[in-house]
């Protein structure tokens, strides 16, 4: 059974760039054929796809995200590395990886999810 596990700052100052990792384990993040997604949910709003990297290594964004958001991995770590630059308050959210068949993933109910990670933009 595989398991993620999102980790980094709870507390990011505006115009810093946020990174986060997501540490999988149970297998692996090469294996064919699935993608491993970073989600978010703002408090009171709903879930917002970010972009996502394939086993493949080929990465996928979100148009809204896309110019300040990068998806890399480490094989080594068996990771998955989000980064989103110029971060303000309204980037403030729970951020979750996932793992599905699927590129683009909000459902919980699809896949595999870690538990998320509350991230906070402010001074």
């Known amino acids: 059974q595989v398991q993620l596990q999102e980790s980094g700052p709870g507390l990011v100052k505006p115009s810093q760039t946020l990174s986060l990792t997501c540490t999988v384990s149970?297998?692996?993040?090469?294996?064919?054929?699935?993608?491993w997604s970073w989600i978010r949910q703002p408090p009171g709003k709903g879930r917002e796809w970010m972009g996502a990297i394939a086993y493949d290594g080929d990465t996928y964004y979100s148009e809204s995200l896309k110019s300040r958001t990068s998806i890399s991995r480490d094989t080594s770590k068996n990771q998955i590395i989000l980064q989103l630059s110029s971060v303000t308050p309204e980037d403030t959210a729970v951020y979750y990886c996932a793992r599905a068949r699927t590129r683009v993933i909000l459902s919980k109910a699809v896949g595999s999810w870690g538990q998320g990670t509350q991230v906070t933009v402010s001074s």
């Open positions: 149970g297998g692996s993040i090469t294996t064919s054929h699935f993608y």
